[in-house]
Nanobody, 126 residues
Framework: QVQLVESGGGLVQAGDSLKLSCAGS????????IGWFRQVPGKEREFVAA????????YYKFSLKDRFIISRDNANNTVYLQMSSLNPEDTAVYYC???????????????????WGQGTQVTVSS
């Protein structure tokens, strides 16, 4: 069992940076891939980035890879999402999730993650 708690969201202006944290509990935290997803009302949950998955170290939504960086501190059971050059289209609730995806398809699919945090709101004003 893994419990996840996101933090670091808030209201920022376009062009600003923000760093989200995902704190995990449980001895097996390091065994899981951690993914970041985001969701806006009325839309499906969207993959953002993942780290520690079966097929490699990190994986990003292609359109975000130049602005977002995912990193992991297993000693402190924490995964980070550094976001830069934010724009209003990045406004969403950001969730972290733990799972064991084993393909490029699975790593981007919310259904292949077993544990989820409660989410943290990121709002980017223009």
């Amino acid at each position: 069992q893994v419990q996840l708690v996101e933090s670091g969201g808030g209201l920022v202006q376009a062009g600003d940076s923000l760093k989200l944290s995902c704190a995990g509990s449980g001895r097996t935290f390091s065994n899981y891939a951690i993914g970041w997803f985001r969701q806006v009302p009325g839309k499906e949950r969207e993959f953002v980035a993942a780290i520690g998955w079966f097929g490699g170290g990190t994986y990003y939504k292609f359109s975000l890879k130049d602005r977002f960086i995912i990193s992991r501190d297993n000693a402190n059971n924490t995964v980070y999402l550094q976001m830069s050059s934010l724009n209003p289209e990045d406004t969403a609730v950001y969730y972290c999730a733990a799972g064991t995806p084993k393909s490029h398809v699975q790593v981007t699919s919310p259904s292949d993650y077993d544990y989820w945090g409660q989410g943290t709101q990121v709002t980017v004003s223009s």
